[in-house]
């Protein structure tokens, strides 16, 4: 079964501060997600990246960044975490060749005061 | 570019009962058409998908939705509803052509009660 482990489920952090959300998947995938959801919003595509070292960016990236040094590893960066980014972030990866199919992390609950 | 629209915000509905929930897409190209199911605290399980052929698709746990492209629309359906189908349902699509990019519906919440 492929497994998307996202390193926290719950954090908090204060306003200003840098802030990273890992992603790990074990299965080799080359296509990577982060999403934010929100209530009354569903999920909306932040960064995405379909190989090593590359990142495209989603509906909206104002206020992140991203990192993929390696396959297996997405990470999403907050340079100055603002109060608007409380939100549950959703990792994802998927195959290339795996007809479309997402596989999601459990989320990073990430509140910020 | 593509957006989905899912009417209904929540759904309640008695255990045993039938349930539809609806998702209408738009798009200028041929899509593909996903549901995926969100359980509380966890992230979204993949239920069914559309890429080609027949119109009409199963997926886990007794759901199957159909493709009407005429009405740009891909309902879920279940005809016998159970209380650990109590979660939030999330109707995406994508284009055909290009890179694997999901759009995803705002969500309806499904709640059985018995």
């Known amino acids: 079964d492929v497994k998307v482990t996202q390193s926290s489920r719950y954090l908090v952090k204060r306003t200003g501060e840098k802030v990273f959300l890992e992603c790990v998947q074990d299965m080799d995938h080359e296509n990577m997600f982060w999403y934010r959801q929100d209530p009354g919003l569903g999920l909306r595509l932040i960064y995405f990246?379909?190989?090593?070292?590359?990142?495209e960016k989603g509906d909206i990236p104002e206020g992140y960044s991203v990192s993929r040094e390696k396959k297996e590893r997405f990470s999403l960066i907050l340079e100055s975490a603002s109060t608007n980014q409380t939100s549950m972030y959703l990792c994802?990866?998927?195959?290339?060749?795996?007809?479309?199919?997402?596989?999601f992390g459990n989320g990073t609950r990430l509140t910020v005061t | 570019a593509q957006s989905v629209t899912q009417l209904d915000s929540q759904v309640p509905v008695f255990e045993e009962a039938p349930v539809e929930l609806r998702c209408n897409y738009s798009s200028s190209v041929s899509v593909y058409l996903f549901w995926y199911v969100q359980y509380p605290n966890q992230g979204l399980q993949l239920l069914l998908k559309y890429l080609s052929g027949s119109t009409l698709v199963k997926g886990i746990n007794g759901f199957e939705a159909e493709f009407n492209k005429s009405q740009t629309s891909f309902h879920l359906r279940k005809p016998s509803v159970h209380i650990s189908d109590t979660a939030e349902y999330f109707c995406?699509?994508?284009?055909?052509?290009?890179?694997?990019?999901?759009?995803f519906g705002t969500g309806t919440r499904l709640l059985v009660s018995p």
């Open positions: 995406a699509v994508s284009e055909n052509t290009g890179f694997q990019k999901l759009v």
């Open positions: 994802a990866s998927s195959s290339r060749t795996g007809g479309f199919s997402l596989h």
């Open positions: 990246s379909y190989d090593v070292k590359m990142k």
